[in-house]
């Protein structure tokens, strides 16, 4: 069973930068759909970004278009977020998970993704 792992959340002040990285526990050609979801206690796990195999096409979520930007080297088997101009409302835990799509579709919903990580904390002071 392929696992997740993140890495690279912390505290950092608004309008701050961070970089997560996900790796998978053993390398796998067959997920070629990854993609980044957040959770705040008590809501739901909401779609941040999304990639494909190549990291030709990338998808995110209006709330952070224009800030975060999804990346793969496949070379290391690893993505990446990177988040610009961090906001309160960023704060939350932070989940890498991945599928393998037949159709190369991004999905955005979780129930598509099978694997997922445990999650790294993000934190952003106003």
């Known amino acids: 069973q392929v696992q997740l792992v993140e890495s690279g959340g912390g505290l950092v002040q608004a309008g701050g930068s961070l970089r997560l990285s996900c790796a998978p526990s053993e390398r796998t050609f067959s997920l070629n759909i990854m993609g980044w979801f957040r959770q705040t206690p008590g809501k739901e796990r909401d779609f941040v970004a999304g990639i494909n195999w190549g990291g030709s096409r990338t998808n995110y979520a209006d709330s952070v278009k224009g800030r975060f930007t999804i990346s793969r080297d496949n070379a290391k088997s690893t993505v990446y977020l990177q988040m610009n101009s961090l906001k309160p409302e960023d704060t939350a835990r932070y989940y890498c998970?991945?599928?393998?799509?037949?159709?190369?579709?991004?999905?955005?919903?979780?129930?598509?993704?099978?694997?997922w990580g445990q999650g790294t904390q993000v934190t952003v002071s106003s």
């Open positions: 998970a991945a599928y393998h799509s037949m159709t190369g579709q991004l999905g955005t919903k979780v129930e598509l993704y099978d694997y």
